[in-house]
């Protein structure tokens, strides 16, 4: 059982930065691909970044390409998403999610969330 603790969520300006991270409790994060998803209020859940457990390559939505990147510390065993020029369509709650040994899309196991909040 893996869990996923998600932290770094909050109150920004449009505009702005921030950067979330996500704790696993796991023996290594090394095999499992890892991703971020985001649910904003009376929408379903969507895919945001994630990158994958051997090659590390990642892939994003079209909404946050080239403002969003995805990052893996596998000896922290911590994920994180910096999000920059962030935009009032951002805010959701955002996930962590961890898919084992495989590209991050398709989760395994799944955080609480943290809130992001952006305000024009």
């Known amino acids: 059982q893996v869990q996923l603790v998600e932290s770094g969520g909050g109150l920004v300006q449009a505009g702005g930065s921030l950067r979330l991270s996500c704790a696993a409790s796991?023996?290594?994060?090394?095999?499992?691909?890892m991703g971020w998803f985001r649910q904003a209020p009376g929408k379903e859940r969507e895919f945001v970044a994630a990158?994958?457990?051997?090659?590390?390559?990642?892939t994003y939505a079209d909404s946050v390409k080239g403002r969003f990147t995805i990052s893996k510390d596998n000896a922290k065993n911590t994920v994180y998403l910096q999000m920059n020029s962030v935009k009032p369509e951002d805010t959701a709650v955002y996930y962590c999610?961890?898919?084992?040994?495989?590209?991050?899309?398709?989760?395994?196991?799944w955080g609480q969330g943290t809130q992001v909040t952006v305000s024009s």
């Open positions: 990158i994958s457990w051997n090659d590390y390559s990642t």
């Open positions: 796991v023996g290594t994060l090394s095999r499992y691909g």
């Open positions: 999610a961890a898919d084992f040994m495989a590209t991050g899309r398709n989760p395994d196991y």
